[in-house]
Every structure is written in C-alpha cells, then in structure tokens.
C-alpha cells in the first residue's frame, strides 16, 4: 500500500547520490512530499515538490501512477530500473529530455564580480527583492509564477523562500527567486519576460540572488534545464557537472 510518509527522512538511503536541493526540501520536511511503500521501513519512495518527483529504492508501480491525473510533471527516475517502468508504464504519456547538472562550489564565487553584474541593469532599471507587492505580480503571470509558485502564501515565501527582480516603472521584468528551499540552501528559477529576453537582466538579478544568498549563508543551487541556462550559469561562477536523463510527463496528451 502506498502511504505519505509522515516521517520522510526515514527515505534518505533510497536516493543515495541525489544531489538536487528540491529533494533535500522534501526529505528535510521543509517543503513537498515523499510517498513510500510503507510508513517504517519504505523499500521504494517518491518524493514529490511542484512539478517535480523523485524515485527511489525498488521500482514500483504503484508510485509511478500516484497523480496521474496531473496535465505535466517532470519525473526523476533514481535507477535504470525506474526508467525501464516509466517507459513501460507511460510511454503514450511520457517524453525522455536531458537536464543539465551543475556542481555544488561554496567557495567559487567571485563577489565583486557579482556585484557588478548586479549593478549592470539600464537607467530606468531597478533591481529589488521580492517584497509581498511582487510576490502576488509574479503569482499573475504564468511566465513568473515559478518564482513563488510552491509557497502557499507571502508569510510561507518571507519565511523560507528569497528572490530578486528587475522592474521597471512597477512592471515586472525578469526575476531570479526560490523554486523551492532546504536547510541552508535554494533551487534557483530564472525568467525573464519574453519581450525582454537577451538584454541582461536574468544575468543581473541573478547575481543579485547570489549575493543576497551568500549574505544569509544559503547556497543558491543551480539545476539547469537546457543549454542556455548553463551558459548564463557559468557566467556566474558555477561550473558543469553532468548531463541527465528526466521524463517529462504529459497527463492530457496520448502522444508527445
């Protein structure tokens, strides 16, 4: 039977090698959810924070079907075994994608480099921390509703989640904010409005989130999804690690 594990610590060992910071959040209790196999002594689990979930231990059915009712998820599998049942399972549903990992390096950012980059904005430019104002702005837009989309509400965002945006004349224009936050550390989103797109200004606002980060003792923890999220990574200091297979999960659709 699959249960919600009250206890989701009691899955660390079944995502051993894990290192994404969206699945420490749902281990350390801080955010999302881990399903198990069983409530004491899980041998499988999933472990589930907006629109991603995480597999591990022994391939199970049962887990892979939990929410099949969403319209897209991003599926993790934590062996070959659980790719093997995902694409057995889901196939007509699922489309296999590459994701980009990027190192985890305390130490290698340069501040003043950082500083400039976020003092780099055009006249008229304003970088400012997401306050409750911007909070609910980027709650009206789907392109932005990924920098606080997976806290409830301002008091739950003030209190766990951190976040830099460009604006100008109270429009939103870019933003770098928290996907999702762990003990000591965040999943970095980026985006930038489309029209503003290849001006700088998730450059900017990034290495303002950076900064904020480093001046609480977070890390900022950058998972790419595509090739031109890496460049703007590296342009910030971190460095590749590797490439990864994930499953993108189409609840509404037959065919991908």
């Not at 104002?133 to 392109?143: A, D, G, I, N």
């Not at 945006?165 to 770098?176: C, K, N, Q, W």
């Not at 690690?241 to 065919?255: N, S």
Request: charged share 30%; hydrophobic share 35%; glycine share 10%.
């Amino acid at each position: 039977m699959i249960v919600k594990l009250e206890r989701p610590e009691r899955s660390e060992g079944l995502f051993e090698g894990c290192t994404d910071t969206t699945l420490f959040s749902c281990l350390q209790g801080v955010m999302g959810e881990v399903y198990g196999d069983d409530a004491e002594r899980p041998e499988a689990a999933r472990a589930v924070l907006g629109d991603f979930s995480f597999f591990g231990g022994k391939p199970t059915e049962g887990l892979l079907r939990l929410f099949e009712d969403l319209e897209f998820h991003i599926l993790v599998p934590g062996s070959e075994g659980w790719e093997r049942l995902i694409e057995a399972c889901l196939s007509a549903k699922v489309k296999r994608v590459l994701r980009y990992g990027i190192k985890k390096e305390p130490e290698v950012f340069d501040r003043a480099r950082l500083l400039q980059a976020a003092s780099s904005l055009p006249e008229g430019y304003e970088l400012r921390q997401i306050d409750e104002e911007l909070y609910h702005q980027c709650r009206r837009e789907k392109w932005s509703r990924d920098f606080v989309g997976n806290y409830p509400d301002y008091d739950a965002y003030r209190r766990l989640g951190l976040g830099m945006a460009v604006v100008r004349d109270g429009e939103l224009i870019a933003g770098t904010s928290s996907y999702s936050s762990c003990l000591g550390g965040i999943e970095i989103e980026v985006g930038t409005k489309e029209v503003y797109r290849r001006k700088g200004f998730a450059y900017a606002c990034s290495a303002g989130l950076i900064l904020a980060c480093l001046e609480r003792g977070l890390y900022p923890s950058w998972d790419a999804q595509n090739l031109h999220s890496v460049g703007l990574a590296e342009k910030l200091g971190y460095h590749f690690d590797r490439e990864y297979a994930v499953y993108e999960y189409y609840g509404e659709k037959e065919e991908v």
